[in-house]
DNA sequence: CGATTTTCATTTGTCAGACAATTAAAAGTC
DNA sequence: GACTTTTAATTGTCTGACAAATGAAAATCG
């Protein structure tokens, strides 16, 4: 663990990649406790602001926790699937808001990944599962339900589908890839019309799902790819064409 | 944007949450100026140590960058695709090595993922990824190659399989999959035959691309999942032997 | 002696103030 | 006008201090 004081980089950014390389190769192991921050400071050859600063770097990407007190510390925090889940859907909300990512593009990678559990879950899902996709569907087709609640129990019907294939990993991955979309189709504003395909849609899915029936389920899924891809161009379009109206009333 | 002297929660974590929401929800915009931490400061009512350590714990999820200097100060960074796969990586890593994640789920995960992009790589591919993937069977053929650089051949190949379905979400999701699981695939020592075998059906999967045939790149994806696990189990079956031969002679 | 309370030492959380390093803009100079 | 110098703003780092939490040891009491 060194550290070089004449770099452009800053002190606590090198100290924060030096601990993070150690946690990383498994020098130090979860739940152990890292040297107090003064003996940090001392060891480094830096101040303890210093020191706090690196250490707040690896909080904020939960490799850390602290404890205040006598016997508390800086331990190596466990990764868990809930933390880990919540950085993926910070990180890819921002990259699909910040990077102009099209709607089709990212509907695209989120049906494509999907796709990729239905198998699994064909085989695997249990009744809770299937309870759990059966409920949505219901909530889905109720009445008066806003844009916003449509879609957030959209996103907990592929949750639960995911979920299904009984695999953490692809929970973990896809769980943050469909969160992150949820702006970009909270612009879609869903007419009764379309509300009711979509949850027709997801009801022939839960039904092969249910009947262990892979095939059937993907045919499923394409259709509500399809359908949803169609449902964001329209939007656009829909923008694109006031655009170009604002840009000719001005001129 | 306020903060409770009162919460339990340290001040620096709810600075860096308030700000952090107010970039997500766009109320700060990209390459926008933060204020000073001087006014930052002021503005929540804490000391100037206070606001630089959320402001690292932003900097650690690259939401923001500094620079020194007048005129500097704090921007809201662009999340770019090579920041967000390293988190993911990182994240990702951690999540497999610390959770004790056994081989076969996360092997299960990865081509799962990876059959996902089959279909669009099928459709899209272009000249030069054939030519990265051709290029990566080559050197997994030559003689000579340490189990490190066959498995960083490895990814890389499967990393020219994801890039060539030409879209950059899956792309950084999918690579982040892949690298993490490269610790794993580490433990594996491959034999000259097992090699053989892997590159032949690297190029199997090649030439099905190439021919634009996604069905018969899906089945040979498919046969090296298979060999993949075959091989996990193998090596997993091994330790096992070596812990109890271990623990009957010490008993 | 055992249980309870008190004290205490350790460690993180926060603050105040200072100085160094960097950098862009303003002022000065030729 | 082009170049150099100065200056002001801003982050990076340090020093020293105190508050708050917390577990362990010491003291007290039944």
Known sequence: MKIDPDSPEELSAQIARAI????????????????SEAELAESFGVSRPTVREALKRLAAQSLIRTQRG????????????????????????????????????????RYALERACVPLAA????????????????RQSTAGLSDEAFCASDVAFHRALVDAAGNPILSYQLAGAVEAMQPLMNMITFTARSRERIWALHGRI??????????EADRGLADLAAYTAELGADVMAARAARRVNRHT???
Do not use: W
């Open 20 to 35: 993070r390389a150690a946690i990383m190769d498994g020098s130090l192991k979860v739940d152990e406790r890292l040297p």
């Open 70 to 109: 006598a016997s508390g510390g800086a331990f190596v925090a466990r990764q868990s699937y809930a933390q880990a889940r919540e950085q993926l859907i910070t990180t890819s909300t921002l990259l699909l808001s910040m990077n102009g990512v099209d709607f089709a593009t990212a509907c695209e990678a």
């Open 123 to 138: 085989a695997r899902r249990s009744a809770d599962h299937l309870a759990a996709m059966r409920a949505e569907i219901a």
């Open 206 to 215: 839960a039904d092969a799902i249910e009947a262990r029936d892979a095939a």
């Open 249 to 251: 009333e001005g001129a």
